[in-house]
């Protein structure tokens, strides 16, 4: 049922997939629409009960103009409708979004500041609409059907350029009193560390995130370059070209230096989770976000370093840690999904 590692479509067009066979006499399935708005993409499909995406299309996304955004946003509504009946809309936003999941208080990567997006959206479409924020929205996914399915407890870790979170406790997704609780990326990690995008220094996204893995192969490959070599022939020879995916496939093939860097990334990522352990205490965290794609070579050292931070260990059951299993397509499932139960 689940289409995570189908490619979506190209930009503008729609798809329809391959619809479940159901049985005859059987009520037709209850369908919504989850849209992904990122900085620079908007992905939207129409995703049945079960969370499969059933019809999708994607579209680039107007960051800078606010009222372009939403105008795309229903575009992507309209060319998807069809002849589908779909019941409401989930849109998921790169942002702050309040406890009453309407308005975007603020978004880095969007020019939305205070935008009342619910209303907008439910005036376009006349369906009715919930905003989330995506990472949210993403772990919502997973927890219903991925990764996370067989508990109540669990936290999805975002591993891309920064890092995103999201929380669901006790079977309930975890927003907190003003609706943006668990940005855990901002959580700090080196006092006195790294300068963040927020403004403050030291925040556990500096050292596990895409970002920090392409600083410190940067600089490793500056001060290092023989035994850069793998690295930087990848890059064309310039350390300021490499890439975290040019870090994972060295590593993949066996590049010691590469391993390393991952080894890294995966401690700060082990040593933060021990840290989300010890107050929340969920059974399974999820780790997805483009560098889970290195899988194990980041995973068991995270495991390892968690394992060793852990509080009373040795005395206490311990959560597993887990790869994502829905990839780029969390978003728009998790978003529907949250707008069935609205
Ligand atoms: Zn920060």
Redesign the pocket.
Known sequence: MRRAAQEGSPAGTSVEREAATRPPGDPPPRLTIGVDVGGTKTAAGVVDEHGAIIRDARRETPATSPSEIIAAIGDLVEELRGDHEVEAIGVGAAGFVDAKRSTVLFAPNLAWREEPLRAEIEKLTGLSTVVENDANAAAWAEFQFGAAHDVDDMILLTVGTGLGGGLVLAGELYRGAFGVGG?V??L?AVPNGHL???????????YASGSALVREAREFARSSPPQASCLLELAGGRADRIEGPMVTKAAADGDGPSRELLEDLGRWLGEGIATLAAVLDPAVVVVGGGVSEAGDLLLDPARKAFARQLTARGHRPVLEIRRAMLGNEAGIIGAADLARRR
């Open positions: 940005e990326g901002h700090r963040c995008g927020c403004g403050n220094k030291g925040c556990w996204e500096q």
